[in-house]
């Protein structure tokens, strides 16, 4: 099997809450996504997605990712999609960096390997655990009354874990913190996500101030050397995320004991073959792990949902299901939560049929 060309479709995907923010005044109203459609000789198609959480999150934007895979895609014209390591080495020897770029398209091939072979991706990713899992809740940087009182609303909606957007002034973020705590009981998990927008400084303060809430301190600080200052004077439970890119950074972060998990994001490390690995890794180490992507909509949370559903329930932190944020649907068959529980698709590959007309036409197609 051979690839013989790559579609690259843009979509908007606007939120039903009108808007998303989160640390540093950053705000994002319509999510700019972009999915690839791999075809291949035997007439198989895969698909993928990538959305970046806007230009300043990540060192990624939207633009970029479709910039970037009209440079990567000639490279990959004639390559067996099912060879998952040689794509992946592919990739990364003709373009150097710019992991989300490649995200869709390694993506796109895991659809297209569990087509060929009639089996689930997270079977291949190493077997479905469990029937479902469940998913947390990311509540949008606001006043701590309003953020409180959307807790409570998804709490009544079946969640149970909520990833509260902090990172603003500490003191406002300490308020925001215990407003939220007060509409949960033991059974809920709350984490703050400062998502890099505190200072070492800010960061011990709220720390310190909330000792006696249950809270997981999650990436407060913009680098790995500051976030471990924290983690080395708090005993508050601690996630890293946005510095965790690769496995060189891991493995430095498993050596220095600097979290209790970690978020893996899809197309952070760039694409399935390589969150497996990380994913892996922490298995071994004892680590759980939050999985997920920078953002997306029906296809994006197919790929995260296979990659959840192979991972061990013991290890999973918490998951997200983006197509629930965004009121555009893209694919027909995508998971769908169900009293704040998700479950990959059984069918092959990611299960999932693309909507031709919420695609629209092709914004690059190689030559």
Request: aromatic content about 6%; charged content about 20%.
């Amino acid at each position: 099997m051979r690839i013989t060309g790559i579609r690259v479709h843009q979509v908007d995907l606007p939120l039903h809450e009108g808007g998303y923010s989160w640390s540093d005044g950053n705000r994002v109203e319509v999510f700019d996504a972009t999915v690839v459609a791999v075809e291949t000789d035997a007439g198989i198609t895969g698909y993928g997605e990538v959305c970046p959480l806007g230009p300043t999150y990540l060192p990624a934007y939207a633009a970029g990712a479709r910039t970037g895979l009209a440079e990567l895609a000639p490279s990959l014209i004639g390559a067996d999609p099912t060879e998952l390591l040689a794509i992946d080495r592919l990739m990364h020897r003709a373009l150097r960096g710019h992991n989300y770029v490649k995200t869709a398209v390694d993506v796109a091939c895991w659809d297209i390997l569990g087509q060929v072979t009639g089996q689930p991706v997270c079977t291949l990713l190493g077997g479905r655990f469990g029937n479902d899992f469940p998913l947390y809740r990311a509540i949008s940087q606001d006043t701590p009354e309003a953020m409180a009182a959307s807790v409570a609303s998804y709490r009544d909606a079946g969640y149970a874990t909520f990833q509260l957007k902090v990172g603003g002034d500490a003191d406002t973020d300490i308020e925001r913190i215990r407003a939220c705590a007060a509409e949960l009981g033991r059974e809920h998990t709350l984490v703050a996500d400062a998502n890099t927008g505190w200072l070492p400084h800010e960061a011990l303060r709220v720390a310190a101030a909330v000792r006696d809430i249950d809270v997981y301190i999650e990436q407060p600080c913009m680098t790995y050397e500051e976030c471990l200052t924290v983690r080395r004077h708090t005993d508050r439970p601690f996630v890293l995320d946005e510095v965790i890119d690769g496995v060189p950074v891991l493995l430095r972060a498993l050596a220095d004991h600097a979290m209790d998990a970690i978020n893996i994001k899809i197309s952070k490390v760039g694409g399935l073959t390589r969150a497996r690995r990380l994913r892996d890794l922490c298995l071994e180490a004892g680590i759980t792990m939050t999985l997920e992507d920078s953002w997306g909509g029906d296809i994006a949370t197919a790929a995260i949902a296979h990659l959840a559903h192979s991972t061990p329930a013991e290890w999973r932190f918490s998951v997200t299901d983006f197509n629930s944020y965004v009121t555009v649907r893209t694919a027909e068959g995508a998971p769908r939560r169900e009293q704040g529980r998700l479950a990959a698709g059984t069918g092959p590959g990611l299960g999932i049929i693309p909507i031709a007309a919420a695609l629209g036409e092709p914004v690059y197609r190689s030559v």
